[in-house]
């Protein structure tokens, strides 16, 4: 068997090193900019908006091409990926609702 037949089949696929480095720069880079939040000494909703991005595209590029999610099937990515998003919109709906409940009680109980 011919190292081409090899490679249509995708066993022992190789990525080449570039895409890699390319990815570990681009995380260095990220990362100074999660840093510099810290230096610019940055608070409230700017702070925890900026972090959370950076944590995001930090998550995104490892999880694609370090995990090699990106080479991945659509039915794998949809079901590594849809239970977290579905949690995720769960607890924000249910953030909503205490919100909503609390600030009922709030206005029935403060008269």
Avoid: N
């Amino acid at each position: 068997m011919d190292h081409t037949a090899e490679q249509t089949h995708g066993e022992g696929q190789q990525h080449p090193i570039a895409i890699y480095l390319w990815i570990w720069g681009l995380l260095f880079i990220v990362s100074t900019f999660s840093y510099l939040v810290d230096y610019f000494d940055l608070h409230g909703v700017l702070r925890w908006t900026l972090l959370i991005v950076f944590m995001l595209v930090k998550a995104g590029f490892i999880v694609g091409i370090f995990m090699h999610m990106a080479w991945e099937r659509l039915a794998l990515k949809l079901v590594i990926l849809v239970p977290p998003l579905s949690l995720l919109i769960l607890i924000s709906l249910m953030a909503i609702e205490g919100d909503y409940t609390f600030l009922t009680r709030l206005s029935s109980f403060v008269h």
